[in-house]
């Protein structure tokens, strides 16, 4: 195929891409911009395939043929409370490959005794370095994600400062290699300290900064690939790369807005670690209230609002929500959704599920168009979430999370909170709001728990 044609596939699918972002910046659209996303890195891998330079298919049929059927297995049985953790782990496979490029092209080079072009050894040094740490740093996170590794921060006496001084070795070796391309052991020993670095980087942040981990790790992956595209001039991988690369760094950036907390804080704070005076907690007792009258609560009232937080994922129980409010709009009730932008744990968590049970976008409202309805709200149901309604981040100067925009649930007349138990969430905080006088527990899992409330409002 001439190569002006490989290269307008290569235009489609980069237009495709942006299309496929644009898409995904908003819940109504977002499965449409999947779709052109699919469709361009199709378009993409097609003109990849077209190459002249291409001289054996063995290998990469034989990838072909992996990838799709791993790719089929993961999408059909991973369940969507489990898609952080695959997100992640597909995060280092990404990162894994750009680097293995990078030390193949490094290797080819090297042993053929062409030289390497300054510009060629910077992006294979970028590369390779992104991807490696980007590779054990995404595959922790899907630790921590899946509970395999502990969720609470791990950390250790001058962490930090060996964290900064390991890098700087790192960014030494990397140095080194542009200056001596030559000088093999640079190479490989900045990829080595590099892997070292993803796992450390990423160790001590606790599970509720998992969001953002999730998008920056994105965005070293995209960096990684885009580093590939220039090292192998190859301008789908520059595009994309790119793409990937500044949308997560952005995602990161807002992230951390929405927690009213700095990236280097997320990185080096060491959150989750919890002090003494957190761990007493706000004290007095919690409320319960049967089904019976938690079912009678919600029947009549006038405006209900649903808080998703990570409980709902694990307890899979976005459908029996949907359920639920199909049976409380039956009867006049005005129900709406409330969504915090870190509940879950990735961008856009409680988005994907409540979508997945087909709820209706415009039901689903954000942080500040929820909050000033809070007041005149009868009933707030909170599923499952614990941070992202704490009010201590609004009303205590002291607490770890002071600051951080929260749905403010405290304010409506009751709150309902469904829990499985009494602990606390990812960040190890008490929540004030569980004592509070206007908000009643419903201990439970809360797939089982809504469905008998489900049965209960059948029967008033």
């Known amino acids: 195929m001439p190569q002006y044609i490989i290269e307008l596939l290569y235009l489609l699918s980069g237009i495709l891409f942006i299309m496929g972002l644009r898409g995904m910046s908003h819940p109504a659209t977002a499965r449409q911009g999947m779709f052109y996303a699919e469709f361009g890195m199709l378009i993409a891998i ?9 001289v054996k298919w063995v290998w990469i049929v034989s990838g072909l043929a992996i990838g799709s059927i791993l790719g089929l297995v993961m999408g059909l049985w991973v369940p969507m409370t489990a898609m952080p953790q695959r997100t992640a782990f597909s995060h280092a496979f990404g990162a894994a490959a750009a680097s293995l490029v990078g030390i193949s092209e490094y290797y080819r080079h090297h042993h053929s005794g062409i030289p390497l072009p300054p510009f060629i050894i910077g992006a294979l040094g970028f590369e390779v370095l992104l991807g490696s740490l980007t590779t054990t740093g995404s595959l922790i996170a899907c630790g921590k994600l899946q509970g395999i590794l502990p969720g609470k921060p791990l950390v250790f006496k001058g962490q930090n400062i060996f964290n900064m001084t390991l890098l700087a070795c790192t960014v030494g070796c990397f140095v080194c290699l542009f200056v001596h391309p030559g000088v093999t052991i640079f190479f490989y020993v900045m990829i080595a300290l590099a892997l070292l670095f993803g796992v450390l980087l990423v160790i001590p942040i606790g599970s509720a900064d998992m969001p953002v981990v999730m998008s920056l790790l994105n965005s070293y992956a995209g960096l990684a690939s885009a580093a590939t595209g220039f090292a192998l001039g190859n301008n789908v991988l520059i595009i994309a790369g790119t793409l990937d690369g500044f949308s997560g760094f952005i995602l990161s950036v807002l992230m951390c807005k929405a927690m009213n907390r700095s990236m280097a804080n997320v990185l080096f704070g060491a959150f989750g670690s919890v002090s003494e005076q957190a761990e007493a907690g706000p004290g ?18 006038r405006q209900v609002v649903f808080v998703p937080g990570y409980g709902m994922a694990t307890a899979q129980a976005q459908h029996v929500i949907r359920e639920l409010a199909d049976t409380l709009e039956e009867r006049g009730v005005t129900v709406k959704y409330a969504i915090h932008p870190v509940a879950g744990r990735m961008p856009g968590h409680m988005n994907v599920l409540l979508a997945e049970a087909n709820v209706p976008y415009s039901e689903l409202y954000e942080l500040d168009q929820i909050n000033p309805d809070f007041p005149s709200t009868d009933v707030a149901v909170v599923v499952g979430a614990n941070d992202v309604v704490n009010p201590d981040a609004r009303d205590n100067a002291s607490s770890p999370i002071a600051g951080m925009p929260i749905l403010e649930v405290d304010r409506a007349k009751l709150a309902i909170v469904l829990k499985r138990g009494k602990g606390r969430g990812f960040s190890g905080l008490e929540n004030p709001l569980f004592f509070k006088e206007n908000t009643a527990m419903l201990y439970g899992d809360a797939k089982q728990t809504l469905t008998n409330l489900v049965q209960e409002v059948h029967k008033l």
Do not use: N, S, V, W
């Open 284 to 301: 007095g007792e919690m409320r319960e209230i049967g089904l019976e009258d938690a079912a009678t609560q919600l029947a009549y009232a």
């Open 46 to 54: 097609i003109g990849t395939l077209c190459q002249h330079e291409i």
